[in-house]
């Protein structure tokens, strides 16, 4: 009996293993959608974001205060003979322009942008006609103390704001002496004194809406100009006789230090040395204005040749100037007009006579053994 209920209990389990391993039914295959690949577009590289409340200079291309970038700037003449050096300021200048006068001395005007808190700005020369040309370009109030006899109409010009040391309105209130130094070499003035004297004369502080500025910057704040292809140029002589002056290239800093006489040109109200970080050597033609004196007078619309200098190179450049309050504009040897880097200029305005004096050095050695 029992293995009767065995074999039973195995047919049984039989036949449910069976029925269990029937075929499965199969389940339909869904085929998915292909996605094609599409190639997005790159994304287009964002603009520079403007730093709240600031502007770029028009005068260095660097980030500053929007109230002072948009004012016009005060470009002052300053002595430079023996006598009249150390200046003061002259390292709160954003651009220096020097040329010869009489003599074959050189005088340099500087252009401040951000004059009012200037603490004092000596020794402040008389005006060359040429210098106004120049103050032009930049929309500039031309500060000065006095004139030459070829300036005087120029001068009165409604285009030209300018303060001078001889108007009576502006005496003891602009201009002062210091009793350190001997006239003509001790007149002197504050960023308080130039304000005061922009009031006096009722003058427009602010530039037109329209305005657009002098120099082509450079404005990818990360990168420099580079003049890869250009001449070596550690050490550069601009070609002037009677300070026969020269800037040296600091690698450290990227900036040209100027030495003049002998030594570094440096400002006393701080003791630094002058660095900038281009310099321009713009070649002009000249003459006597008469024979009865040796007032110069410099082509400063007849274009010519001259040398950008910036980062240890130095590339040939031409410029010209469109009408005299129009900027003079450097161009390449591919005629595109040149970038500069950001920071400071100093423009040298060498006569086409010196040209051949004009040098440039591959290193200090070299210049020492020149």
């Known amino acids: 009996m029992k293995k009767a209920f065995v074999w039973v209990m195995m ?7 069976l029925a269990g391993c029937g075929k499965k039914e199969t389940e339909p295959v869904i085929s998915q959608p292909v996605e094609e690949s599409v190639a997005e ?22 980030w500053i205060d929007e109230n002072i970038a948009a004012q016009r700037p005060v470009a002052v003449m300053l002595g430079n003979t023996k006598i009249a050096t150390p200046q003061y300021g002259i390292t709160d200048a954003d651009v220096i322009y020097e040329s010869a006068v009489e003599g074959q001395e050189t005088r340099l005007m500087g252009i401040f942008q951000d004059y009012a808190n200037l603490e004092k700005v000596m020794s402040i020369r008389s005006c060359r006609h040429y210098y106004v040309h120049w103050a032009l370009e930049f929309d500039a109030i031309y500060a000065h103390y006095g004139q030459a006899k070829y300036a005087v109409e120029l001068l009165s010009q409604d285009y030209v704001n300018n303060l001078s040391g001889l108007d009576g309105s502006l005496e003891g209130t602009m201009y002062k002496r210091d009793s350190g130094r001997k006239a003509p070499h001790n007149a002197y003035t504050t960023g308080e004194g130039i304000v005061a004297g922009i009031q006096t004369k009722g003058y427009e502080t602010k530039h037109a809406s329209d305005y657009t500025g002098h120099y082509k910057f450079n404005e990818d704040d990360s ?13 550069i002589a601009p070609g002037y006789l009677v300070n026969k002056p020269w800037f040296v290239y600091d690698s450290e800093t990227g900036l040209y230090k ?7 040109q440096t400002d006393d109200n701080n003791g630094e040395q002058v660095a900038v970080k281009n310099v321009i050597i713009q070649i002009c033609g000249w003459s006597r204005m008469s024979n009865d004196d040796e007032y110069l007078d410099m082509e400063t619309m007849a274009g010519g040749n001259g040398c950008y200098i910036t980062n240890g190179k130095a590339i040939s450049v031409t410029w010209s100037k469109d009408s005299l309050q129009a900027p003079t504009r450097y161009f390449d040897a591919d005629g595109n007009e040149i ?4 920071g400071k200029t100093w423009v040298c305005v060498t006569e086409d006579t010196y040209a051949d004096k004009i040098a440039f050095y591959a290193s200090e050695e070299e210049h020492a053994d020149r």
């Open 11 to 17: 047919g049984i389990l039989a036949v449910s293993m």
């Open 41 to 62: 577009p790159e994304p287009e590289p964002e603009e520079p974001k403007t730093p709240e409340g600031m502007a770029r200079s028009y005068l260095t291309g660097e």
């Open 223 to 235: 990168t420099q100009i580079e003049l890869t292809n250009g001449q070596d140029a550690a050490v």
């Open 258 to 264: 100027r030495f003049q006489n002998g030594e570094a």
């Open 339 to 342: 970038t500069l880097n950001q």
